[in-house]
């Protein structure tokens, strides 16, 4: 056996014995409408002794779970203050999850379903399409990277499943990129004023010393 296929196996050996399970495939689909987003998580998850997907509270917005099952089971939800938590009990060896949700308010930050199942290699496993994010409302740095595809709908294939989707910013409000832009000018422009300030003190004490 040569070292690559030992690594192969070990790396088998130890998503085994990992009671949280491997994450096997994500597809996220999300439809932008307004201040208003649906939500097709889709997940295959294997070897997982329990199960939970956590998806962050978020200030002004509300999350609503329309629909959540593994197989035909329905999953439990649990309310936090921080986070809502879906709970899968005893899930079979191969999970095939779903949840479909709605988020209302604002959609700088869209949450997303993660498992604490880790993801599995190889890259690909995981990929998310938008729909419906119009480009005047697109920040100039998402997250994750997307690209455009021919009809329209915005793709990305990240290595693992991110806690939110940055893509649009809010209608109220700067996107973040340009918020950081504008912190920076500030302070450029206050650090400036402040020097000239000092300066002029400096000048008129020199003139009246003099």
Do not use: C, K
């Not at 192969?8 to 130890?14: D, G, S, W």
């Not at 491997?22 to 649906?38: G, K, S």
């Not at 419906?132 to 294939?157: I, K, M, V, W």
């Not at 693992?160 to 000018?185: G, K």
Request: aromatic share 4%.
């Amino acid at each position: 056996m040569n070292l690559l296929a030992g690594g192969a196996l070990l790396a088998a050996l130890a998503a085994q014995q990992d009671p949280r399970g491997v994450l096997r495939e994500a597809m996220i689909r999300v439809a932008v409408e307004d201040t208003l987003a649906i939500v097709d998580a889709r997940y295959t998850v294997t070897g997982a002794a329990s199960l939970d997907l956590l998806a962050l509270r978020l200030e002004g917005q509300r999350v609503e779970v329309l629909e959540a099952i593994v197989g035909v089971r329905p999953i439990v939800l649990e309310e936090r203050r921080t986070s809502q938590v879906l709970r899968v009990y005893r899930p079979p060896d191969s999970a095939a999850i779903r949840v479909l949700y709605r988020v209302t308010g604002r959609l700088a930050r869209i949450p997303v379903f993660v498992p604490t199942a880790p993801t599995s290699p190889p890259t690909g496993a995981i990929r998310i399409v938008v729909t419906g994010a119009p480009a005047e409302r697109r920040t100039s740095s998402t997250l994750p990277r997307f690209s455009q595809q021919t009809d329209g709908a915005l793709a990305a294939r990240p290595e693992h499943l991110p806690t939110v989707l940055a893509l649009v910013r809010d209608r109220s409000e700067l996107p973040v990129p340009a918020v950081s832009e504008w912190i920076i000018i500030g302070i450029t422009v206050g650090g400036t004023a402040l020097w000239i300030l000092r300066l002029r003190r400096a000048r008129r004490t020199a003139v009246e010393t003099g």
